[in-house]
């Protein structure tokens, strides 16, 4: 790949840029010659009120901007690496957004004509590189942009960038998708930095028994994602119908599309799993909430999802009940570990208020709190045996 080292003013890349409110995206600079954001970069991540005024104050403080890179595409240069900063500088010279000096909040309009000419003489030092696709690609994934390093998710679309891509983007990319909010009761991550975009591709390429970047090699070239969008939008209904209340925020980011597939061929009582899931969410002795999901999908058989470690009144009385019943038929102590010492205590029984409930596997080597696993301990015995 070759470079050139080139001088630009912030007043000739800003010529006619134009950035789409909707897609996140500034467009074009150089007067419609610079293309500012390609299908392979990332969206606009700046606008958080301190990235973005940061590279404004940065010009009017006379600090470098570092180096930006433009790709030579023939009839157009694309920016490669500096997209941010461009998109910042574009959106504060167009009034989209505002910094404070001395006290005051600025609009570029507002500033003083000596600082909004210190902006626009700005000098970018930029790079223009000619090189093949796959050169650039590998180039692209090398740059750490203002040290927010690339994603996964965004090196994937880098990689297989294309009308598939494009698309994608479109419908999970973009934060004004009036599905977003929905989404974000299941699915974690932001969609600006393609958290929702990579969720829904590790479904569809799951259930497929794909990686993600093999179902968006095969697909690269796909016009449209009607695949993709169906799927997602199959699982998020299937939650949906199946957990029918409110959702609870432990139902964020997990394994659905795994669930999905797992489970949808069951036939569920909406009523009573949300009987069950309201009963187990209060329940202080639950230890993993996000665990209760799949514990009622799978019919309450694996109880080790719930990571209860604690005993439940009615198993201890059970267990107490049992216990003491034996012990009265052998003349011995109903607490197990007394039973079997040479003390006064070898023949006491324990009220049940004066013995704690005991795993006889431990806990941390995988024993269940389930009646076969109970045994009822003296005070004294139970906290001198710990967790062994």
């Given amino acids: 790949m070759k470079t050139e080292l080139k001088r630009y003013s912030v007043e000739q890349v800003v010529e006619g840029f134009f950035y789409n409110e909707l897609e996140g995206k500034g467009v074009y600079g150089l007067g419609g010659k610079l293309v500012i954001q390609q299908e392979y970069q990332r969206n606009y991540i700046y606008n958080d009120g301190k990235k973005d005024v940061a590279v404004i104050d940065s010009m009017l403080s006379n600090y470098p901007l570092g180096l930006i ?15 941010q900063r461009i998109t910042s500088i574009g959106r504060f010279v167009t009034g989209k957004f505002a910094i404070v000096r001395d006290g005051n909040e600025q609009t570029f309009s ?8 210190k902006i626009t003489e ?14 650039i690609k590998d180039w692209f994934q090398t740059i750490n942009i203002a040290g927010v390093p690339l994603n996964e998710q ?32 299941f699915v974690r991550g932001d969609p600006k930095r393609q958290g929702v975009l990579e969720v829904a591709l590790e479904w569809i390429a799951s259930s497929k028994n794909q990686t993600i970047e093999a179902y968006m090699a095969e697909h690269r070239h796909d016009a449209g994602i009607a695949e993709l969008k169906t799927y997602f939008n199959t699982v998020i209904d299937w939650i949906g119908n199946v957990f029918t209340a409110s959702p609870d925020k432990t139902m964020r980011g997990l394994e659905w ?21 309201q009963t187990l969410l209060g ?7 996000k665990g209760i999901y799949e514990y009622l999908l799978g019919g309450k058989a ?34 197990p570990l007394c039973a079997v010492g040479d003390n006064a205590n070898k023949t006491r029984t324990y009220k049940i208020g004066d013995m704690e409930a005991d795993h006889v596997a431990a806990w941390s080597s ?3 709190s389930t009646i076969e696993n109970c045994q009822m301990l003296c005070v004294s015995h139970n906290r001198a045996k710990g967790n062994r």
């Fill in 69 to 83: 890179y433009f790709v030579d595409a023939g009839d157009q240069l694309e920016v490669l690496d500096g997209q």
């Fill in 283 to 289: 329940d202080p002795v639950v230890g993993s909430k």
């Fill in 302 to 335: 694996d109880t080790k999802l719930l990571n209860v470690r604690l005993f439940d009144s009615n198993t201890k009385q059970v267990a107490y009940k049992k216990q003491t019943e034996k012990a009265k038929v052998e003349d011995i102590s109903n607490c």
């Fill in 122 to 135: 700005t000098e970018l030092l930029v790079y223009v590189c000619n090189g093949t696709e796959s050169e």
């Fill in 257 to 277: 599309g795994r669930l999905y597939e797992t489970y949808k061929g069951t036939s569920y009582s909406s009523v009573d799993i949300d009987a069950d899931l």
């Fill in 366 to 368: 995988g024993g269940e």
């Fill in 154 to 185: 965004e090196l994937r679309n880098a990689i297989y960038s294309g009308p598939f891509v494009t698309a994608a983007k479109a419908e999970f990319s973009n934060s004004n998708n009036v599905f977003q909010q929905k989404w974000a009761a």
């Fill in 110 to 117: 507002s500033l003083p004509t000596d600082q909004q000419k």
